[in-house]
Nanobody, 121 residues
């Protein structure tokens, strides 16, 4: 499966953005998808994940209550709605896919390119 992340940009603190992760391949609905982010000088960290059916979701504590992950398998797309953005959310955001939902980067075999999110104070 090939993944394409989009939707990043520059937003003021308190604002919102919606990221999209579009996938190619007819079996996309079989894959769990995770979002990760990497700020300059820091390790890539888990943000959110969703199971193949959308029935299970996981969030990092830092984004819980502000971010929502969802998917539309008919459109082969996973979304990350980000509200109440903070300057510390600034990072390159990546989507990843694998057969099992996970919060660990090493569990994902397929990665898209990143999309930059910048939150100004």
């Amino acid at each position: 499966v090939q993944l394409q992340a989009s939707g990043g940009g520059l937003v003021q603190a308190g604002g919102s953005l919606r990221l999209s992760c579009a996938a190619s391949g007819r079996t996309f609905s079989s894959y769990a998808v995770g979002w990760f982010r990497q700020a300059p000088g820091k390790e890539r960290e888990f943000v959110a994940a969703i199971s193949w059916s959308g029935g299970s979701t996981y969030y990092a504590d830092s984004v819980k209550g502000r971010f929502t992950i969802s998917r539309d398998n008919a459109k082969n797309t996973v979304y990350l709605q980000m509200n109440s953005l903070k300057p510390e959310d600034t990072a390159v955001y990546y989507c990843a896919a694998d057969f099992t939902i996970a919060t660990i980067r090493a569990e994902y075999d397929y990665w898209g390119q990143g999309t930059q999110v910048t939150v100004s104070s």
